[in-house]
């Protein structure tokens, strides 16, 4: 008989079904289906954390955190600090432009898994 949980782990397909029912607590015709959801729960809902909070604010700024925006931010605030109005409202322009598309899927998709989690 196995005892130890890395001895099963390692081998257990040398169970029989009697061993294997009992060392995993199933049935010989294995979870029923409201086993299986409240075992998928208990594990995996530390995974899956809703967040209904997030804010459409929250979501716009988290697009520039990829380091050649940050680059470009950083060339607006020079370019402003320099006085060259025209070069730095072409950099904010672009990193907008560039920053809406990932911003409008990311937003379908929040809105997507919130309406799914209902």
Request: overall charge neutral; charged content about 20%; proline content about 3%.
């Amino acid at each position: 008989m196995i005892t130890r949980k890395s001895d099963v782990e390692n081998s257990f397909w040398n169970l029989s079904i009697e061993e294997a029912c009992h060392t995993f607590a199933v049935g010989p015709k294995g979870f029923e289906d409201s086993e299986v959801a409240r075992r998928l729960k208990q594990k995996w809902s530390q995974y899956f954390k809703n967040n209904t909070n997030t804010s459409i604010f929250i979501l716009f700024i988290s697009q520039f955190k990829s380091p050649i925006t940050i680059l470009l931010i950083v060339a607006a605030i020079l370019s402003a600090g320099l006085g060259d109005i025209s070069d730095n409202l072409i950099i904010l322009c672009i990193i907008t432009v560039s920053s809406l598309p990932g911003f409008w899927q990311e937003k379908g998709a929040v809105n997507t898994v919130n309406e799914h989690q209902k």
